[in-house]
């Protein structure tokens, strides 16, 4: 997509009355060539999850963040709007659409107003996931959320962060171990996000490896590319950041061989996701089949299995496997290699690689294959392309029910402006910062 392309980029439209949001999304991968007997998209739901962006502040500074030079001048959106928004996403993708509470670290928010954005989205019908940085989701924050509806807490770390105490990446899983501390015993589902760059991708066996550990807690682990967007100033990338390499880095720490394109999510340059068993430190690997992939995509479109609890799971299947023979003749077999693999009771634990794009490069087909939305005040728009051009909404005025004139994004008051002008650039991106790289104990070509 050109620059002119870009800028004139709008969100989706809402949903017609009566248009089933499962059609259109396989309409949308038909249309980009991504639809085929592995394709989830369209299939298993409508949407992979939508971004509520609920602040554009934040207590790190990132050297690959996203949010744009003008995000920490920018209020918080008024509780009201949040809420429209909430209808909104409901209103496009129906019930049990996975909506990721984030920002910006939605732990800024005033807490009685974070407490009661996640009760929102749950009594929408919807599934609230908090993504943070997890330096205020405190165990206290996290029960009173997942009491309210709650079911996952997504923790981002990574050395893009620049924590300190912390060299690398392995330096870290004690922070994730202390992370995992708070959210245990809550009902929350477990994640963790780690951006991958040049100066981390030798480290990335060191986090699988952690993950693999930690499977009786954690159920997924998803590694973001770095990518030119935003505020970044980190290096540009020395071509080695790709999602074959980091798919490579997470089987040698994981120890086993891992099937990273089955079933696909969205477009195959973007998404490429893997499930596995782990059984007393073994890594089984579950999508090693594809025509059993495809089987078992074909009669279990409907189910969300990554929301059932293991026996529930398996119950669900077992039933289609005595009402189906066919079903069960391609099951069974690989099933059985599954189970003989298992060394005692196993835990689910999934690996998630995305690519985002450069703002700079975006590609249409991909754009319109997106699978990552973000809800803004006009709709819901590719997150590759909301972070291309996030001026362009976090800087939109808005009307407000109730409210004479509209509201300013730079005071949080009323005003007669319907647009904004000369934003200010905050401390965070006023330091005149020079381009970094990431210093490497030993690089990625060195360990292959």
């Given at each position: 997509m050109g620059a002119a392309e870009i800028a004139a980029a709008r969100p989706y439209p809402p949903r017609e009355a009566g248009d089933d949001p499962l059609q259109l999304a396989r309409q949308r991968m038909a249309a980009t060539g991504q639809w085929h007997p592995l394709q989830s998209m369209g299939r298993r739901w409508a949407i992979g999850c939508v971004a509520l962006e609920i602040t554009q502040r934040c207590n790190l500074d990132c050297t690959l963040c996203y949010l744009s030079d003008h995000s920490e001048a920018v209020k918080d959106i008024p509780l009201a709007e949040v809420l429209s928004r909430v209808d909104a996403i409901a209103a496009q993708y129906g019930p049990g659409t996975e909506v990721q509470v984030t920002g910006g670290d939605p732990t800024l928010r005033a807490r009685d107003e974070l407490v009661a954005i996640v009760r929102y989205v749950a009594e929408a019908g919807l599934y609230p996931n908090l993504f943070t940085n997890g330096i205020k989701a405190t165990r206290d924050l996290l029960r009173d959320l997942a009491r309210v509806g709650l079911r996952d807490v997504a923790f981002h770390i990574d050395t893009t962060q620049n924590r300190k105490g912390f060299a690398d990446e392995n330096a870290l899983n004690a922070l994730r171990a202390e992370y995992i501390a708070r959210a245990r015993g809550l009902g929350l589902r477990i994640l963790f996000n780690t951006t991958v760059h040049d100066g981390n991708l030798a480290e990335i066996p060191d986090v699988a490896r952690f993950m693999v550990a930690q499977a009786a807690d954690v159920s997924l682990a998803s590694f973001q590319l770095q990518a030119a967007t935003g505020r970044g100033v980190a290096g540009g990338s020395e071509g080695l950041v790709n999602s074959t390499n980091v798919a490579r880095q997470i089987q040698r720490g994981a120890g086993a061989r891992i099937s990273f394109d089955t079933p696909f999510a969205g477009h195959g340059d973007c998404n490429r996701h893997a499930l596995t068993l782990v059984s007393r430190g073994r890594v089984v690997d579950l999508y090693d089949d594809k025509p059993v992939m495809a089987a078992i995509m074909a009669h279990?479109?409907?189910?969300?299995?990554?929301?059932?609890?293991?026996?529930?799971?398996?119950?669900?299947?077992?039933?289609?496997?005595?009402?189906?023979?066919?079903?069960?003749?391609?099951?069974?077999?690989?099933?059985?290699?599954?189970?003989?693999?298992?060394?005692?009771?196993?835990?689910?634990?999934?690996?998630?690689?995305?690519?985002?794009?450069?703002?700079?490069?975006?590609?249409?087909?991909?754009?319109?294959?997106?699978?990552?939305?973000?809800?803004?005040?006009?709709?819901?728009?590719?997150?590759?392309?909301?972070?291309?051009?996030?001026?362009?909404?976090?800087?939109?005025?808005?009307?407000?029910?109730?409210?004479?004139?509209?509201?300013?994004?730079?005071?949080?008051?009323?005003?007669?402006?319907?647009?904004?002008?000369?934003?200010?650039?905050?401390?965070?991106?006023?330091?005149?910062?020079v381009r970094v790289t990431h210093v490497r104990k030993a690089s990625w070509k060195e360990q292959s």
């Open positions: 279990t479109a409907e189910m969300k299995f990554e929301r059932m609890p293991a026996w529930r799971a398996a119950a669900a299947i077992g039933w289609r496997l005595l009402t189906r023979p066919a079903f069960a003749r391609a099951m069974l077999p690989w099933g059985l290699r599954k189970l003989a693999a298992l060394r005692g009771r196993p835990h689910r634990l999934a690996f998630f690689i995305h690519d985002f794009m450069d703002a700079g490069a975006l590609d249409r087909c991909r754009i319109e294959a997106c699978v990552f939305m973000v809800q803004t005040a006009d709709g819901p728009i590719s997150m590759c392309l909301h972070n291309a051009k996030r001026d362009d909404f976090i800087l939109q005025p808005l009307a407000l029910p109730g409210q004479a004139g509209m509201w300013n994004p730079l005071t949080g008051q009323a005003s007669t402006e319907t647009r904004v002008t000369n934003p200010a650039i905050t401390a965070k991106t006023a330091k005149g910062r």
